[in-house]
């Protein structure tokens, strides 16, 4: 009998979502130390050293046992890597979720992300068993406000102060998607 997967590797049309790996270091340190990507990200300081990618990738190490994990979005046509997605503050006994992602802004506006998230929903609904998943997107951040709602997320208000960074606190609007609402 298979082994149960929470975090396995998933394949959109043009996409592979597969785990992070240390082979990722390069990639990620240049998407979390750019301040275009960063931008909106209030909850962690924007990289600046490699040793900041490489604590990120231990972080993710081992989703399976963890329970919460990030994928590297890449680009099947030419493996390029592209962005990330991933699960994490999985309440196990109420079966929600937050997801959380980031795109390598190159390709913002193209589709990437809302594909990469389509898997990655039907991935938590289905091999997580999930109810509801939650997102928390900067209240300035209108690009992924749009993301979400086109995914059938429900803006369900402003969740105010949810970050204290660099010494001011930041609204962010609360989204969810439930099972039921997802087809």
Same mark, same amino acid.
């Given at each position: 009998?298979?082994?149960?997967?929470?975090?396995?590797?998933?394949?959109?049309?043009?996409?592979?979502?597969?785990?992070?790996?240390?082979?990722?270091?390069?990639? %990620?340190?240049?998407?979390?130390? !750019?301040?275009?990507?960063? *931008?909106?990200? #209030?909850?962690?300081? +924007?990289?600046? @050293? /490699?040793?900041?990618? %490489?604590?990120?990738?231990?972080? !993710?190490?081992?989703?399976? *046992?963890?329970? #919460?994990?990030?994928? +590297?979005?890449? @680009? /099947?046509?030419?493996?390029?890597?592209?962005?990330?997605?991933?699960?994490?503050?999985?309440?196990?006994?109420?079966?929600?979720?937050?997801?959380?992602?980031?795109?390598?802004?190159?390709?913002?506006?193209?589709?990437?992300?809302?594909?990469?998230?389509?898997?990655?929903?039907?991935?938590?609904?289905?091999?997580?068993?999930?109810?509801?998943?939650?997102?928390?997107?900067?209240?300035?951040?209108?690009?992924?406000?749009?993301?979400?709602?086109?995914?059938?997320?429900?803006?369900?208000?402003?969740?105010?102060?949810?970050?204290?960074?660099?010494?001011?606190?930041?609204?962010?609007?609360?989204?969810?998607?439930?099972?039921?609402?997802?087809?």
């Amino acid at each position: 009998m298979k082994e149960q997967r929470f975090f396995p590797e998933l394949e959109t049309n043009r996409l592979k979502l597969r785990n992070v790996k240390d082979a990722d270091t390069e990639f %990620i340190f240049k998407l979390f130390s !750019n301040e275009k990507i960063c *931008e909106f990200l #209030y909850d962690e300081e +924007i990289f600046t @050293k /490699k040793e900041d990618a %490489i604590e990120y990738i231990e972080w !993710n190490r081992n989703p399976e *046992e963890k329970g #919460y994990n990030r994928w +590297i979005i890449e @680009k /099947k046509d030419s493996i390029e890597e592209i962005g990330t997605c991933g699960f994490h503050l999985w309440d196990r006994t109420n079966h929600i979720a937050e997801i959380g992602y980031d795109l390598w802004y190159e390709f913002w506006g193209l589709g990437y992300m809302k594909e990469a998230l389509i898997a990655a929903i039907e991935s938590g609904f289905s091999n997580m068993k999930l109810n509801r998943i939650n997102a928390y997107v900067a209240v300035e951040n209108k690009k992924s406000s749009k993301t979400l709602e086109s995914l059938g997320f429900r803006n369900e208000g402003i969740y105010r102060d949810k970050h204290l960074f660099r010494g001011k606190y930041y609204d962010h609007f609360s989204y969810s998607l439930l099972k039921k609402d997802w087809n």
